[in-house]
Every structure is written in C-alpha cells, then in structure tokens.
C-alpha cells in the first residue's frame, strides 16, 4: 500500500526566498505524481505533473523534480511572494491503487512580507 | 470550459438527515473522483466512475453513501442518516485519463451537528 510523506508539516520564510518542499512515497511503482496548492477552505488546485518517466517539470517559478528509485520528489518555489503562502500537497497515482491519487498531508507554506 | 463545478459550497445539516452533493466535471473528462478531506489531512478517495460505471469504491465508504453518474456526466454523492463523523470537505475531481492532471472543484463543506 503506497503511502505519502511531507515533511515539513509547516514553514515559514521571508519574502523572495528560495524554498523546497519535500514528498516522499513508499513504492516507486508509480504512474505519476502531482503538485497541488489549496487555499483554506478551498479546492486543489494542480500546479505540476510529473510521469513517472520524467525527472522534472517547470512552470514559472515553480520546479519539481521526481525521483523514483529513492521514492522522493520536491517542489521548488523561487523568489517566494506573500501569494505563495498556502497548504501544497503531493499525490502519488500508483497500479494497483484502485485508480485513486494517495495524497500526502501537505506542507503549510506561510511567506512573510 | 468552468472547470469542476460542485454544489453546494457548504451543508449544515442535523444528524440523522440525508444529504446530496453535485459534480459537474470538465465536459469532455470520462474519470470522475469523489475524495473526502478532514482538517490538516490530504484528500481520501470515495470512489471513481469512468463514464457512468462506478468502477470502484474505497473502504471509507460505507452503506450510508452512494454515488451516481447518470450518462456519465454529473455525478450525486448522497449520504443518508447523518453522522457527526461525516463532517468534512467533499472534493470532486475529474481528468481526461490516468497519465493526465486531475483537476478539482472548489468542494463542499458538510457540517453535520
């Protein structure tokens, strides 16, 4: 049964730092792996999307990279803004998992003006 | 395309009342995910259709619940005689296939008293 690690559960950094986020995942048998942001109260909303064939993907300020035979992935933020801060969260869709996205429990970013 | 709409945004209801939720996915996605998210957890999943089959449901969901999809559309989630436990967001998700993203709704918060 896969299961998602993030670690920190919470940061918080001064504005325009440079900041990674780490997800980690028991078996490397994985079709994909997602970022997600989640605003409080709100839905998910997909930032990156990572084939288990990939190594990384980018998006503006925002990096992931995967590494599957040591099962860990990170999101890099660059030049962190006060409208960074937010729950990010990474899933993990695996064979064998009923389809389904096994998400890990987030890390709360807060960025201070 | 609105992306995945879901209503509605918020329930409050009595314990022991049913309750129903709506999905309406991105128009041409055939995979449609209901997930249940609890304070400071990530997503659990419900259940999964693909069109209109319900091809699969997690353990989590017990008697109580039941999804449809009716001509692989919309989907209802309803949950009958309410419990306290049931407090939670609703998410809906849907995607084009299992290498693509998965997009969410904004959710449904249920509060059952």
């Known amino acids: 049964k896969q299961e998602v690690t993030q670690i920190p559960a919470a940061l918080s950094v001064p504005e325009g730092e440079n900041l990674v986020l780490n997800c980690s995942f028991t078996d490397s048998a994985i079709y994909n792996l997602q970022w997600f942001r989640q605003d409080p109260g709100k839905g998910l909303t997909s930032l990156l999307l990572i084939q288990s064939s990939q190594r990384e993907q980018t998006s503006g300020r925002l990096n992931a990279s995967l590494d599957k035979s040591s099962g860990r992935s990170t999101l890099y933020i660059a030049a962190s803004q006060p409208g960074d801060s937010a729950t990010y969260l990474c899933?993990?869709?695996?064979?064998?998992?009923?389809?389904?996205?096994?998400f890990g429990a987030g890390t709360r970013l807060t960025v201070k003006p | 395309d609105t992306g995945v709409s879901q209503d509605p945004r918020h329930k409050i209801t009595k314990r022991g009342q049913n309750v129903t939720f709506r999905c309406d996915p991105i128009s041409e996605h055939n995979r449609l995910y209901w997930y249940r998210q609890t304070l400071g957890q990530g997503p659990e999943f419900l259940t999964y259709f693909q069109n209109e089959a319900q091809l699969e449901k997690s353990r989590l969901l017990s008697d109580r619940f039941s999804a449809e999809r009716p001509k692989g559309s919309f989907s209802t989630l309803e949950i009958q005689r309410t419990e306290q436990g049931d407090s939670a967001m609703y998410l809906c998700?849907?995607?084009?296939?299992?290498?693509?993203?998965?997009?969410f709704g904004s959710g449904t918060q249920l509060s059952v008293l």
């Open positions: 899933a993990v869709r695996s064979p064998g998992e009923n389809n389904d996205m096994r």
């Open positions: 998700a849907s995607s084009f296939s299992l290498s693509e993203k998965l997009f």
